[in-house]
């Protein structure tokens, strides 16, 4: 592939991530030279993106490098001959992620983000706005790659799989997150370590380690069992149970103690309702925080803070994904893909998470090693259905579906809550679920 | 098929049941010439055997049968050379399920007989005693049709399908007691009523319902919202939402409610183990009222009060499956056999439950005429996951595989409690356990 | 299902088979109570449609049953408002016939109405007529059911399943044939014969017969093995080898002999060829007298020389299965469907030949006992693939589809024989070929 | 993976093709340190590998490298703790080769070394040597690699794969020789030519290429239509139609022509096999010229007329899947592997020759980007199905899968000839076929 330059458009550029972001663009410059850098934002994000994009600018040009930065609330102008699209937009913004934690546990149930009902609010609001985005691409930059980071990620990218038309790519930290940690288990160089992922976004298992090419996956459960620091920023670290990995035979992502040890989870999540904060009053905190830094006309690199925000490697996964595409380079990362029988437990169309081969066409699922077992087959069928169900209940506006959906997620797991919950999240969030009018 | 004399022995036949079959097998006598009926116990049910077969050969000599009931503790003088073996054993007896129901509910979780973490503890006593019958059928009538009754009646099913070297087939009167509620919902004789019923023994979905052959399944949904006397003798008759039902597209089973309806269950099950009863309990007395009647020299018939006990429709399911087989009839019953892709959502090699056609070499699945949507789906599949768990955990007696059935199981739903659960069935029960040492 | 006055349309009922089908519904009357028999015909076959109308009318007469015979040459009316819908037309007649033996065979290959280069012809030309008639029953007879009887009947009933948006079953008289011929083997009546029919129409496999309930597989084939008779009126009676047919494990359907004994088939060929016949021209022949004998108005039943014409049982198969569904009788037939994994080495939505339950909604398939092994899963998959192929290039006139259909025939065999004869047949036939021009 | 030090054994050490491999060795000793090479052969071979061996001597004497050649009648010794096991033998030498082409040729068939008749006689002979082997490595080796490059290379592997109980990868030189023939097309490097390739050994079709990472798929197909040199050494040039490959969509491969060229490749067999030759007797030719060549004690290096011998590339395949398994590389190659739904039409346990990541642990599939369409899936699937029938033949004896397997080849077409072919070799070929006896 010649060594064109390239356009990347950055929706929701506002964030107080992008700074993260445009590091990795300095650092790969040399493989990945982008000449056109758009940061767009909707009107209320308009002062944020005045501020990171400043701070973007002073970052390259402290760097020398001839990228052009442009801000801008004009969607489809950034949009337009884009090679890569990348999202980090969060509909409702921080207000509506507090309503998320809150309204599920008013019922007593797990209240989060990307998983169990609070999850499942979050799609419905960002799927429309996503497709919405997607048939701008459609128009105006129809060979762009959508690489998609906003959660819940993997339903949002089986949303556009299925009905947005664009070459997409879901992406997530928490692979990447995971391969760090086990090359720190086994205190090595993480370009050591290789790890079989398989499952969907956000329950994930890892079902192979190696390093140098030898397989340590049963040392890994080993170290793994009770080991802390196997987790996310904004997960508590409650440890594994030995019998129980070594009979489950793979490792567990962070999300999956809302599951495994969900008594625990609930318990640590009253405690902080308790004292009256939610993960989005924290991040409101921090990202109030690192505005005041980012306004500083003196910074012109990311500030260290911003590792604190909970989405480490962001930039790397997003960078090795663009770098890997644009130089055709046939390696395997972990991303959110159409399933196609990769996992033959799920459904073609489904969305999995899993390794792939990335090469100027997009990515393709290398075969696993190893059938899913029962003990990994049940959970990850059951959530995949819920996220097929919350797929058409967002794209739809269909209250059915919706309620199906919640009713047999996991961390709901009856008719009764499911309705009740649906009810309060219909009502609260009503101003962005227009496709439910 | 030249109608040769059969014979016909029914394990457990101490049950307070066996006179519901004896009159089934009167009933059909003309269409299923039982030439031998041995009925056949352990030890300790001796007592029982002796009341209910002196009861079994006065019912048989007042039809004027030439029926020859023989009561024996000689198993293998019972099966050699016989056409159809039927099960109808409790191991552990009524004590053992008094357990199961306690145990569970100790941990605030449903504790049933044949769903959750009893149904599980039933399973891990029951598919060793099975898989015993088995190797005795193997070599004494390799033949033999063995029609399994025992609960969990699906798991324990494919614990034979899988391991058991018979051909056999699971039986439940739950679909024969859903096809009968529809018929009284319409209005309608029984015989004008088809249903299509899809899933696993006590976790089946009726997703069409034919009146004279024309599609009343809308219909059914909207009669059977809210409806009572949609459920079992032993399940409360909590009726069903109609949003609910409609976007479900399918009247699910009574058991559904243990899943659907967890909290209203939960709570029933709280205030009645408040008052001190299991169902266990009610059961046992139930039976001591029984077995006096029974005793009653002058009796020669089913006494009425049989079928307060829960087993309704058990004869006419056991009998006409043995008169289809026998008579080569071709004729359509809901049967639990080897899925073999019929539901292409589940393993081949699971046992479901569902339409198939019988004739004299067994039962086929007839292909079911939706799609299995995700809103059943989902559920099915994590349930037959444990259900496969807990097979190897049976049969192989293995710690992990059990803690990993009851994790992912939606009415356990955590590995914490699974293993806190797990600890005390092994424990409880181990008399009966040997797998496990 | 009430008895309602029952509406049929037969198009093509011009035919000479078309008293063979009043013969049946003449005799099933008292189950199949048609009140309106609409024949339909085109302009060129209104003379033999006056002539076999009449004798309809004769014969419905005599028997004394209410019936309205209606000769028309207008689709629409005849279809408006009808129960079933029966095809059994000849796009371009029996001159269109002759070529379809005459060009292959010029090439040395087999010509055959159904099978290989003849039988692809016929598809082409028959296709687009069959969803023309698909578009009006849409229109004016949506719940009605198009049985296709009209050759290839595989093939033209895959392209209604997948472009014609009407209910429908395609019917085939070999396999009740079949049946027939092996209870002649058995000498038992052929109520007493069940047979597991597994394919495509006119490739199919007895996999397993059964006379009362026993299975006869095995003495089947040896009684198969070097038999005469098993074949239809218009197929070369060569026996078959008895290892060949034990390894292959199934009995073949007469069809067969093109593809496992091409060379004594193609001799065969060559030699009525030299003599200067085809089998169009016997037909023809026999047509010629048949309509003699119809226009006696002094007969008034079938005449006995109708059963040479080659389409025996045809009237059976036909009534049988409207009467089976009228009824909803819910018993086996062998049907061409939609396969929907029922036979899981073909594709979902192919049309395949096998056994089904009939009931008012139409036809499922049961679960053959038996995997397809791979001597007959090969030849299966290739002439499968060929079928799907001839239905995209009948539909869309696609030339490269057509000639990928006839390279990959294991009749034709290679890509430049296939070229060579699908110029020929687009040449000969191009009248009937609107879609290619 | 720390680099230790290699051991190699490869039997058939003795063949004419050894100082290939040897060359390629050499070449990549920087990155696959062998420290010991075994050539071993059987007693008939001796001489032909004492020639060889010391050839090999020379050329790493000459290259200064620290590898021990070992020449050896003892295979134990050889494969003894080794890494890699190589297979280059020929049961029955070319002697056995020219039955292989005659025999069938007298039929009025194909008769070719690896694909049809000729190619099944192969297998039979060839299956249980290497079943042989394998027991040894199980013992002897467990935890080596066996790249098979036996011809037919696909079915032996396939037997391998089911029955040998070792970790195995088939290799063939045809893939990589498309490629460069495709480079050459497009005049590029070869390291700039992506493609992928689905199929089975000897029957793939190159589904789509890339060039710098742009598809160039039509492209192909215009410069190849036509086009000369898309062919191995042994297969006659005859080029391919415009319109027959772009309906197909694909490059086939080489011996694609015996399918879809039958008629112009049987002519030119018969005209060869009238001057009285077969490709053996080339092959024995060249073979006896090249050991001419290998006793010069001068001669140090791999001779340039080896090229001439049909091999090309052979080497270079040989050492890369070698390099990339040693040093973990997880590049992409073109193998023959077990298929575990990759190919989603061809059974999980075929084996198939496709792209895969190869590392340590070996080969695992990428999944292809285009769904496989009829017009490749049928004669794909039908070929399978031979080869499975023929692995049966192979390891178990089996003259009815014998029978079957070449009934439904292609290249032999009807059950007629299949018996006299097979009655033919099982006779010709009696030495060599212990498992028929």
Redesign the interface.
């Known amino acids: ?2 060594k064109k330059e390239l356009k990347v458009a950055v929706i929701g550029g506002g964030s107080s991530y992008t700074p993260e972001l445009v590091e990795g663009f300095i650092r790969h410059y040399h493989e990945l030279p982008i000449k056109e850098l758009y940061l767009v934002d909707i009107e209320a994000g308009s002062g944020k993106l005045a501020i990171v994009g400043a701070l973007a600018k002073r970052m390259i040009a402290k760097a020398g490098l001839p990228i052009d930065v442009h801000l801008t609330l004009d969607r489809r102008e950034a949009l337009r001959g884009a090679d890569f699209v990348s999202t980090q937009l969060r509909v409702g913004l921080l207000d509506a992620r507090a309503l998320d934690e809150r309204i599920p546990a008013a019922y007593g149930l797990i209240g989060q983000e990307t998983t169990g009902a609070g999850g499942f609010a979050k799609a419905l609001r960002t799927i429309p706005v996503i497709l919405d985005i997607c048939r701008d691409i459609r128009e105006l930059s129809p060979d762009a790659f959508l690489l998609n980071f906003t959660n819940p990620a993997g339903i949002v990218t089986e949303a556009v799989l299925k009905y947005g038309g664009v070459k997409t790519i879901g992406l997530c930290n928490l692979p990447i997150g995971t391969r760090m940690q086990i090359a720190g288990l086994f205190e090595v160089e993480v370009s050591r370590v ?1 790890v079989e992922i398989v499952g969907i976004n956000h329950l994930n298992w890892t079902t192979r380690v ?1 390093v ?4 340590v996956t049963q040392a890994l459960l080993s170290k793994a069992a009770g080991a802390g620091g196997l987790t996310m920023k904004n997960i508590p670290d409650f440890g594994w ?1 030995s ?2 990995l ?3 035979g793979a490792l567990p992502c962070s999300y999956h103690r809302y ?6 989870m609930l318990e640590h999540q009253n405690e902080q309702l308790k004292e009256g904060t939610t993960r989005a009053d924290v991040v409101k905190r921090v990202e109030a925080e690192l505005f005041e830094l980012y306004k500083d006309p003196q910074l012109s690199v990311k500030p260290p803070q911003l590792e604190q925000r909970g989405g480490a490697y962001y930039s790397e996964v997003a960078v090795s994904l663009m770098t890997s595409i644009h130089n ?1 380079r ?3 990362q972990t991303v959110n893909i159409r399933n ?3 996992i ?2 799920l459904p073609d169309d489904a969305c999995v998470e899993m390794n792939a ?1 990335i ?3 997009g990515a ?6 190893t059938p899913i077992g ?2 990994i ?3 990850l ?6 996220e ?2 919350t797929v058409e209940a967002a794209v739809h506006g269909d ?3 919706a ?3 919640l ?2 997620h ?1 961390l709901v ?5 499911a ?1 009740q919950v649906l009810d309060d999240i219909l009502k609260e969030h009503a101003g962005y679920l227009p496709q439910f009018k």
């Not at 140098?212 to 397989?215: A, E, L, P, S």
């Not at 599951?259 to 625990?264: F, I, K």
């Not at 393709?364 to 090693?369: A, D, E, G, K, L």
């Open positions: 592939m010649t290789d190696a140098d090419g030898t397989d149970d019998e129980f070594h009979s489950l599951y495994y040890l969900t008594e625990q055709d046939k390696d395997i196609n029988g990769a033959p437990c081969v090469d100027a066409s393709r699922p290398v075969q696993p090693r029962p003990q087959r049940g959970l069928q059951v959530v995949k259905a819920y097929e169900l209250y059915g579906m309620l199906q959906a009713t047999i996991p797991g009856s008719a009764d809550k309705k």
